[in-house]
């Protein structure tokens, strides 16, 4: 699921550039890359069992 909404933030930054709009394209961009690296260093600090 966040994985959609990070894909959707950048569609819709994309539709906003599309469209003309610059400064909102611009912070709904910086805006999916605060998420996206949010969401890579709650993936990276995950501990991962490598033994039983």
């Given at each position: ?35 996206v ?16």
């Open positions: 699921m966040e994985f959609f909404i990070a894909f959707f933030n950048f569609a819709l930054g994309m539709w906003l550039a599309w469209r003309h709009e610059a400064p909102s394209a611009v912070y709904v961009f910086f805006a999916g890359l605060v998420f690296a949010a969401l890579y260093l709650r993936h990276a600090t995950d501990a991962l069992p490598l033994s039983l």
